[in-house]
């Protein structure tokens, strides 16, 4: 069964502009979340969408959004790039919600920002 | 409030060592607990999880936790280290049962000294 997958695995934009990530998640799998990791701040939660419908969202400013479609593959989208919103954004998919169920992760798109 | 945290972001032991990676969490409610490891360019691996069953948790490639309630902690051993350990572990927790949001502690970098 192919994993969680990302693309592009890298990208570079410049302050400003906007960027949309896409995550394909493993086949049945209906959760799909997103994490973004910096040196500074870590792995933080950014936001989870199952069945179409956001589930939650961290604390992240709303330029940050996100979706999800029927198939269940999910893209992410940052608009106003800051310099700051260069990191490592990871996807995981699981079967269903909650900690039950193991979340499986891509490899991330690293995102750098100039 | 609710956290996790990771004390030591390098630890080092000889290959053939025990690894004692630490891991302890605040928390007003029960909480689901992880270790995840990352390697080098690549996205997280789920290692082992507490979800209020065992205490004692066994994973992947040898690992083990165990969840003491008392000590508010949830540290990973492995009783012998191999080269291929080397890589960045992060401890996780999740609050909510119906949720997929994880609050990642800041991470170890575990080094194995041939």
Sequence with gaps: KAGVTQTPRYLIKTRGQQVTLSCS?????????????????????LFEYFSETQRNKGNFPGRFSGRQFSNSRSEMNVSTLELGDSALYLCASSLETGPFYE?????????TVT | AQSVTQLGSHVSVSEGALVLLRCN??????????????????????LLKYTSAATLVKG???????????????HLTKPSAHMSDAAEYFCAVSFETGANNLFFGTGTRLTVIP
């Design chain 1, 25 to 45: 998640p493993i086949s049945g799998h209906r959760s799909v979340s997103w994490y973004q990791q910096t040196p500074g701040q870590g792995l933080q939660f």
């Design chain 1, 103 to 111: 979340q499986y992760f891509g490899p991330g798109t690293r995102l």
């Design chain 2, 25 to 46: 969490y605040s928390s007003s409610v029960p909480p689901y607990l992880f270790w995840y490891v990352q390697y080098p360019n690549q996205g997280l691996q789920l």
């Design chain 2, 60 to 74: 992947i490639n040898g690992f083990e936790a165990e969840f003491k309630k008392s000590e508010t902690s949830f």
